[in-house]
């Protein structure tokens, strides 16, 4: 049980364009999910919390208008990157906690590249 | 908010040898998970273990949560075991799981 679906697995788009990731939870509902970037040999970084039914927070210093977050569903949030930069070449992942299970649960990542 | 550290930041093994990773949090903590980030970036998480200890297989995790740290034991490596080793920590009164920069562990056969 607890698992997170994640798609794209990669994309390339080009400049200036936008690119939208889904995060859904599989098999549990998740009334809150996490976004997270990874520059390469780097950690994971929070980038923002999503809420069913409500805006997301911000991490500080993500720009809000830049990365939008939807999370219309209890299952279902997603991360659309607008007018990407090369930049904004980065890991993304997102993540979810089931009620049942306390720990987090991580998709299986987008690696996006911007040319 | 919640700093967490790991050591050693490298590690290199040979196939059969065991190992020790480090977490240190700086916080009370209700959530510790350790996990392993395969070459193509998928988090598989290993432990949950905010106190305590586990064991799966070749793998075992203690955590001391009165002394703020946690260790993750690899026994017999196996070349499978490379990757990036990551702990990650909650704190007591928060929802946001903040990730250790992560052990880089290579197993030479």
């Known amino acids: 049980g607890a698992v997170v679906s994640q798609h794209p697995s990669w994309v390339i788009c080009k400049s200036g364009t936008s690119v939208k990731i889904e995060c859904r939870s599989l098999?549990?509902?998740?009334?809150?999910m996490f976004w997270y970037r990874q520059f390469p040999k780097q950690s994971l970084m929070l980038m923002a919390t999503?809420?069913?039914?409500?805006?997301?927070?911000?991490e500080q210093g993500v720009e809000k208008d830049k990365f939008l977050i939807n999370h219309a569903s209890l299952t279902l949030s997603t991360l659309t990157v607008t007018s990407a930069h090369p930049e904004d070449s980065s890991f993304y992942i997102c993540?979810?906690?089931?009620?049942?299970?306390?720990?987090?649960?991580f998709g299986s990542g987008t690696r996006l590249t911007v040319v | 908010g919640i700093q967490v550290e790991q050591s050693p930041p490298d590690l290199i093994l040979q196939e059969g040898a065991n190992s020790t990773l480090r977490c240190n949090f700086s916080d009370s903590v209700n959530n510790l998970q350790w996990f392993h980030q395969n070459p193509w970036g998928q988090l598989i998480n290993l432990f949950y273990?905010?106190?305590g200890t586990k064991q799966n297989g070749r793998l075992s995790a203690t955590t001391v949560a009165t002394e703020r740290y946690s260790l993750l034991y690899i026994s017999s490596s196996q070349t499978t075991d490379s990757g990036v080793y990551f702990c990650a920590a909650l704190m007591e009164y928060g929802n946001k799981l903040v990730f250790g920069a992560g052990t880089i562990l290579r197993v030479k056969s």
């Open positions: 993540s979810a906690r089931a009620e049942f299970h306390y720990g987090y649960t």
């Open positions: 098999d549990f509902q998740a009334t809150t």
């Open positions: 999503s809420n069913e039914g409500s805006k997301a927070t911000y």
């Open positions: 273990i905010p106190s």
